[in-house]
DNA sequence: GACCAGGCACATC
DNA sequence: GATGTGCATGGT
């Protein structure tokens, strides 16, 4: 079975194992790009609650985060960790916004994806996931998010070396499924279920996993 | 108390 | 190019 083939097996199995995890759908494209932003190397439970610190101040719109200054904001978003930080990139991104798309998330998703993601990029504290993970779940764009757990279940499983960068893993994912954002979202979903649940950083490779993927006969 | 959690930038060799 | 470090809270 060629490389394609096992990401598009693994899909299927995971997918038939775990079923559909109607992932981070967020109540608003800004909502999503937030998040994105501050669950940087955090649990997702801690930069839930910096989010609804945010709700609760009203302050999930354009206009109120290019006012706030960065350390109110800062002081709101403390559960999430490196909470100074984020402050600060949250605070560019909505600049970048601000100069690049006269504040209009809208008009930022709908332009042209390669160009979106340089810009991203271009913003300091938005790597390749955040910028990936934005053009995903907040733009709906058909963009694959490779993480730490990514990274971690295709190589423990065998469908990757270990050392394959993030541009490689995108690309196989890319190159193997069809280009569709919810398939995609659901993916990337699936991976970050079985890593959290079966694939632990500590634990040797896979113990307990239900997967039994054996590499070498490809069993899928 | 150590370790981990859906990263990223920057310094140094 | 690889490797190390700071950023920081909250759960196990």
Redesign the pocket.
Known sequence: MNKSKRINSFYKELYKRYGPQG??PGHSALECIL??IL????????AE?AIENLKKENLISMDKLALINADEL?GLI?????????ALKIKRFISFVVKNYGASLERMLNGDTYELRKGL?G?????????D?ILL?AGRLPVF?I???TYRVLSRHGLVPEETTYGEMQELFTDSLPKDAVIFNEY??LL?KV??EHC???APACEGCPLNYDPHTASL
Do not use: F, M
Not at 78 to 86: F, L, T
Not at 123 to 131: D, M, N, R, S
């Open positions: 992932w981070w998040g994105a669950t940087q190397n955090t649990s997702w439970t801690n609650k800062a403390r559960p999430s960790g490196y909470y100074n930080q984020k990029l913003i300091k504290g938005i790597g390749p996931e955040t910028a993970t779940y998010v993480d730490a757990y990337h979903a970050v890593g959290k632990k950083k500590r």
